[in-house]
């Protein structure tokens, strides 16, 4: 089955720096690459995605980069603010069948 | 739109009951929907893939007799926890595509909170 490694666990960064976090899969017939943010108790939200036929997407402040060589795909977030503070999962969608496998999750700390 | 809801937000039952969880597409339909299973400071694994007018894909590990899906209809898919232990509370989220749209972007409901008392 599709293995997915999420790194780091934890990321901890002052506002306004960057952040960066990044995603390795198993399948190489994967062809959609989401991010998605978590609340506590909530469910998850698409922040961007990006297909296997473009290498970088942006959106404002986040962007994601995508290297289907190596079979990774990254979240950038620039100029962070504290809201931004919540887990972050990978989630690339396994081929066959649709079904995203999610990461381990990524939690992030913007300190004011 | 592309709103999924879920039914219950929340409920506590005993050990040894049964407990039905509904998951529903408002806007659009959806011939598959997925259930996951989110245990506390953990990511959300995927139980199974809901299948309409089809039985369900099971994912390894996850027993397809105490975990019954249902999906009847092209907006309505059920997860049944049957004989609850304490070990199946967890928050329980279902997802579904608009596939009539083209998208690839999967809409969450917003989940429920199972416990197991």
């Known amino acids: 089955g599709e293995n997915v490694e999420q790194h780091p666990s934890t990321l901890s960064v002052q506002e306004g720096d960057s952040a960066v976090i990044k995603c390795t899969y198993s399948d190489s017939a994967s062809n959609y690459f989401p991010w998605y943010k978590q609340e506590l108790g909530k469910r998850p939200q698409l922040i961007i995605d990006i297909r296997s036929n473009v290498g970088e997407k942006k959106d404002q402040r986040i962007a994601v980069t995508l290297n289907k060589t190596a079979k990774h795909f990254s979240l950038h977030i620039t100029e962070t603010q504290p809201e931004d503070s919540a887990v972050y999962f990978c989630a690339p969608r396994v081929n066959q069948g649709g079904k995203l496998i999610f990461g381990q999750g990524t939690e992030l700390s913007v300190k004011p | 739109g592309a709103v999924v809801s879920q039914h219950p937000s929340w409920v506590i039952c005993k050990s040894g009951t049964s407990v039905k969880i509904e998951c529903r597409s408002l806007d659009f339909q959806a011939t598959t929907m997925f259930w996951y299973r989110q245990f506390p400071k953990q990511s959300l694994m995927l139980m199974a893939t809901?299948?309409?007018?089809?039985?369900?894909?099971?994912e390894q590990g996850v027993e397809k007799d105490k975990f019954l899906i249902n999906h009847a209809s092209l907006t309505l898919s059920t997860l049944t926890v049957t004989s609850a232990h304490p070990e199946d509370s967890s928050f329980y989220i279902c997802?579904?595509?608009?596939?009539?749209?083209?998208?690839?972007?999967?809409?969450f409901g917003p989940g429920t909170r199972l416990t197991v008392t």
């Open positions: 809901s299948n309409e007018g089809s039985k369900a894909t099971y």
């Open positions: 997802s579904a595509r608009d596939i009539l749209a083209g998208g690839w972007e999967q809409y």
